[in-house]
T-cell receptor
Framework: KNQVEQSPQSLIILEGKNCTLQ??????????LRWYKQDTGRGPVSLTI?????NTKSNGRYTATLDADTKQSSLHITASQLSDSASYIC???????????FGKGTRLSVIA | EADIYQTPRYLVIGTGKKITLECSQT?????MYWYQQDPGMELHLIHY???????EKGDLSSESTVSRIRTEHFPLTLESARPSHTSQYLC????????????????FGEGSRLTVL
């Protein structure tokens, strides 16, 4: 069973609106949590990386939050643009040499 | 923009053919990785390398092999392709940061989409 669950699976919003994507994880011991943006047919691009001691990090219109106690993270997108249409992937890292655990992603479509 | 390149971007081949997917990075990163991703599914690590002459298998069993003779180059080879190998293959790299496999930001290539008929 995947230890990183993302919701919703897909989302359609109007251009200019805000949205929030969710990520729940069961990975332990936790090292860091990453959010990636993946355009269709392209490789993922890093948006944020947060360690367990950080509870918020911003990158332009993207703001990620982390609650290490409840093992939940969210990615908030402000004033969405058509170019935000992509899959957003939550990735959790164990400590040490265990491979990263990827979520299946949330497919976001921004329409005019 | 990440300086990591994959070729070919798209490949359609017949069963039984040998293929090599190329991956090169110009960032001088020690760590390199190959991931496999099916549509709508999560990425799975199939191979990784800590540096020259270092290769390890990932958490997803794969019939592919890799080599790391030069820092910048990490090719993946399938000796005899089968339809079950149809997938997207993503190469990534990260700089060495003390703390194990998963430290350091990952930079991904654009991917190689393989279709085996």
């Amino acid at each position: 069973k995947n230890q990183v669950e993302q919701s919703p699976q897909s989302l359609i919003i109007l251009e200019g609106k805000n949205c929030t994507l969710q990520c729940n994880y069961t990975v332990s011991p936790f090292s860091n949590l990453r959010w990636y943006k993946q355009d269709t047919g392209r490789g993922p691009v890093s948006l944020t990386i947060m360690t367990f001691s950080e509870n918020t990090k911003s990158n332009g219109r993207y703001t990620a939050t982390l609650d290490a106690d409840t093992k939940q993270s969210s990615l908030h997108i402000t004033a969405s643009q058509l170019s935000d249409s992509a899959s957003y992937i939550c990735v959790v890292s164990f400590s040490g040499n265990t491979p990263l655990v990827f979520g299946k992603g949330t497919r976001l479509s921004v329409i005019a | 923009e990440a300086d990591i390149y994959q070729t070919p971007r798209y490949l359609v081949i017949g069963t039984g053919k040998k293929i090599t997917l190329e991956c090169s990075q110009t960032m001088g990163h020690d760590k390199m990785y190959w991931y496999q991703q099916d549509p709508g599914m999560e990425l799975h690590l199939i191979h990784y390398s800590y540096g020259v002459n270092s290769t390890e298998k990932g958490d997803l069993s794969s019939e592919s092999t890799v080599s790391r003779i030069r820092t910048e180059h990490f090719p993946l080879t399938l000796e005899s392709a089968r339809p079950s190998h149809t997938s997207q293959y993503l190469c990534a790299s990260s700089e060495f940061v003390a703390g194990g496999l998963n430290t350091g930001e990952l930079f991904f290539g654009e991917g190689s989409r393989l279709t085996v008929l």
